[in-house]
């Protein structure tokens, strides 16, 4: 069996210290705090998650978090969407009718303007990803707005949102996954040589690599889809387990 090389466990507990402070964190929080390439703290993170000292939140992008930490993972995550409340009690209070029309496209773009933020399609999936995640037991959705009786509305943004402490079922899931199956296929020599190289470089399994691989090509076809924002679908992405 391979051991880690040293600097992976010294990056390992840097990236773990970092979360705990935070509780969730995206993967650009790590590469920017400890100055290293989105690449390589993606790596560390996965590695992280593959022992269950994280989670990953997945809401069309990872929020990695300390599993059943007391935290909102969104705002954790992203400070900013904390004023999204806030935004949507001024607009149920400025609703002349009985119900509110939510666009996250108008909402990403106020956000954006409060915040001093560039408005980008990434700020526009977090945003959709959290109204689902505020409003889901109170909105009406259709593909491009959210409607929400203004009274619930209202009620909803009095208080401070419900915390959901993220990963809390981790370890039935956990459980669970144990009875996921064995995918085999074959590789050319040349292919596997290769594989395995780069594995070695980034001290991980061949399987790790291979998994990761699948998953990024799952979330490719995923961001090709919902492609136009009125589209946003609140879908996840599966997680692959199981031996390789």
Sequence with gaps: MTMPRRRNVDLARKVLDYVRVRGCVLTADIANALGISEDR??????????????CIVRAGFNIWCIPGAAVDPFTAAVPCLAEVPKLLRELGEAARGGVVSIAPVQVA??????????????????VNSYLSYLLAAVAERTKTRYIVPKGKLLDLTSKPPEVRPPCADQRRAAAASRSVVTVTFKLPR???????????????????????????YLEERLRARNAAPQDEADEE???IRGRI
């Design 109 to 126: 773009k106020e956000l954006a303007r409060r915040c001093r933020m560039p408005p980008s399609f990434s700020l526009l999936v977090m």
């Design 190 to 216: 040349g292919v596997l040589g290769e594989l395995d190289r780069l594995a070695s470089q980034l001290g991980l399994r061949r399987s790790d690599v291979i998994r990761r691989a699948i998953e990024e």
């Design 41 to 54: 703290a993606y790596h560390a993170l996965q590695a992280l998650a593959a022992r269950g000292e994280l």
């Design 237 to 239: 992405i599966p997680v």
